[in-house]
């Protein structure tokens, strides 16, 4: 089993930046692909970026060329840098980890606020 633990959420201003972490509790040296995505109220879950183990990536065209994925495999952690944010932006952000063999985790969450 695997746990992921997520932080850096809050409350930021339009325009300001945000850098999520999401620590694992085994190693993502081998790991097939991690994502990042959000949920808003109302709203479905949705993929905002991700990143597969060859190191090629992919963003939702909302977040395109204002987030960056990106991991630290000696941390056992993914990243989710945010500049530029828009009230929009403000969701719930879960990331995702597919360890191949030891199955598929989702963290549990980190409220990202943007205020106008």
């Known amino acids: 089993q695997a746990q992921l633990v997520e932080s850096g959420g809050g409350l930021v201003q339009a325009g300001g930046s945000l850098r999520l972490s999401c620590a694992a509790s085994?190693?993502?040296?081998?790991?097939?692909?991690m994502g990042w995505y959000r949920q808003a109220p109302g709203k479905q879950r949705e993929l905002v970026a991700a990143?597969?183990?060859?190191?090629?990536?992919n963003y939702a065209d909302s977040v395109k060329g204002r987030f960056t994925i990106s991991r630290d495999n000696d941390k056992n952690t993914v990243y989710l840098q945010m500049n530029s944010l828009k009230p929009e932006d403000t969701a719930v952000y879960y990331c995702n980890v597919d360890f191949g063999f030891w199955g598929n985790y989702w963290g549990q969450g980190t409220q990202v606020t943007v205020s106008s």
């Open positions: 085994r190693s993502i040296s081998s790991t097939s692909a």
């Open positions: 990143l597969s183990w060859d190191g090629s990536s």
